[in-house]
């Protein structure tokens, strides 16, 4: 009897160490628009489960750990999590290579399947966004080409591995979205652009994709998905030649580029260019410009938010211009309700995960206060010297909110976010510390509020407050 009753616990505890996350049945899905206006900034889980190589499996036990760690990085654990959590990030892409842990059925690895939930539940379990793709498996050493032979051959191999994944992660709530692919390229390993064949190859893709996910039911049919351009890239062409799927379900589709623009500051090698350590000149921030103009205007043009899934610089001992640059991008990018995704490994390491510390406080903070929130662990005494406190409280049709002074401010403009333009909008200047709302609408009220000097120089921004008016 002793006997049975160990097996049962111990059958027990590894049914709770893999069992799914269960969402509220009654748990209302955010729309794309929702859903992107929910994440401040977000943070890439980078070349841990989406490592590849023929070498891990002859010269590693081939276990789901050997792969984890092939490329540097330590096995990822849920404090880890915590700390991205704690500097300020909501959302954490977990790219995913699935490529070496399927067999020649395309059938995925339970050990693989199971390790990949593992790392899923660490985010979602502390409330944050989380992203879920299909990485490695694209790009130039990857079996997913965008080319109609491959789409024709291995069609049905793509959609068998996303229904696999889509099965497994059916009841997950809300926070948890899907990633078609990533920076998928033609056969000949075109960056950038390419010819009529490939993009529509994409298109192809990225409806099987929408189409294996939605097949599988419960929460999957009405989940957010992400699609992905050529290459991931936002060149003119990609942009116009990427189709919005056909889905049963309304406005739940999210479109995805990456850019590491200027490549001169972002990387520490590109031998088409003058590498520099130096950011912020006219033309690094036409740049940028010219780069969130483009996602504005596809996403305008398709009627679906945009993010931008990857972006970064590399150390250079230069955290100064790097703040500078990721302030820059993502307040830009915020401007036009675009979110943006740290890309998180080696050089561009933001967080230690070894010593669960962040590595760059400064770079972290700049994002953060460009998006008006605050890091626990990043902040520096300066930077949350002047950090403003708000706070809101509701009545049946009003709001009044109230918030700590900064230090230097003359006056506070109070704005209020529009979901339709997804800009924040001014309501009010005032010199006190507390401003009332009344005849408020139904639906959520996002509110942040900005300090400004007697010259109109901005002192400090506060949080984000949204209320709910029912």
Wanted: glycine share 6%; aromatic share 10%.
């Amino acid at each position: 009897m002793l006997k049975k009753v160990i097996s049962l616990i111990s059958a027990l505890a590894i049914a709770l160490t893999f069992c799914v996350i269960p969402s509220d049945a009654a748990e209302t899905f955010q729309s794309a628009k929702e859903y992107t206006d929910s994440i401040t900034v977000g943070w890439n889980l980078g070349n841990t489960l989406d490592t590849t190589g023929d070498w891990i499996k002859l010269y590693t036990e081939n276990k789901s750990a050997d792969y984890e760690k092939a490329w540097g990085n330590p096995i990822t654990t849920k404090e880890m999590i915590t700390v991205v959590k704690k500097a300020g990030f909501n959302a954490v892409r977990v790219p995913v290579t699935w490529a070496d842990h399927m067999d020649n059925s395309g059938n995925v690895d339970k050990e693989w399947m199971d390790r990949v939930q593992e790392v899923v539940d660490y985010v979602i379990s502390q409330d944050m966004y989380c992203i879920l793709n299909v990485h490695h498996d694209g790009g130039s050493d990857g079996w997913i080409v965008a080319d109609p032979d491959m789409v024709k051959k291995d069609g049905a191999k793509f959609s068998k591995l996303w229904k696999q994944i889509a099965v497994r992660f059916k009841s997950y709530g809300n926070k948890l979205s899907f990633e078609s692919f990533n920076e998928v390229i033609d056969k000949n390993d075109n960056w950038n652009s390419s010819g009529k064949d490939a993009y529509k190859a994409i298109n192809d893709l990225n409806q099987l994709f929408v189409d294996a996910v939605r097949a599988t039911g419960g929460n999957n049919s009405k989940r957010n998905l992400i699609i992905q351009s050529y290459a991931a890239s936002s060149d003119t062409g990609c942009l116009n030649n990427l189709s919005v799927p056909s889905d049963t379900a309304k406005n739940h589709i999210i479109a995805e580029v990456h850019s590491y623009d200027p490549v001169s500051f972002c990387w520490k090698e590109a031998s088409w260019t003058t590498l520099t350590d130096v950011w912020g000149s006219a033309s690094d921030k036409a740049e940028i410009n010219k780069l969130i103009s483009k996602i504005a205007d596809y996403s305008k043009k398709s009627d679906i938010p945009v993010i931008l899934g990857e972006f970064a610089s590399e150390d250079k001992n230069n955290d100064s211009e790097r703040a500078k640059h990721a302030s820059y991008v993502v307040s830009k990018a915020a401007e036009s309700g675009i979110k943006c995704f740290w890309w998180d490994t080696g050089d561009m390491a933001l967080i230690d995960r070894v010593n669960l510390k962040i590595l760059h406080p400064e770079v972290v903070n700049a994002m953060m206060k460009a998006v008006g929130t605050s890091s626990k662990n990043a902040a520096s005494t300066a930077d949350t010297a002047s950090e403003i406190k708000l706070s809101g409280k509701k009545t049946a049709s009003s709001v009044k909110l109230t918030w700590t002074k900064a230090d230097g401010a003359y006056g506070y403009k109070v704005y209020e976010y529009n979901t339709k333009t997804g800009k924040y909008v001014k309501k009010a200047y005032i010199k006190g510390t507390s401003k009332s709302f009344s005849g408020l609408s139904a639906g959520k009220h996002k509110y942040i509020v900005i300090a400004y000097t007697k010259d109109g120089k901005k002192v400090s921004t506060s949080n984000a407050v949204t209320v709910t008016i029912k």
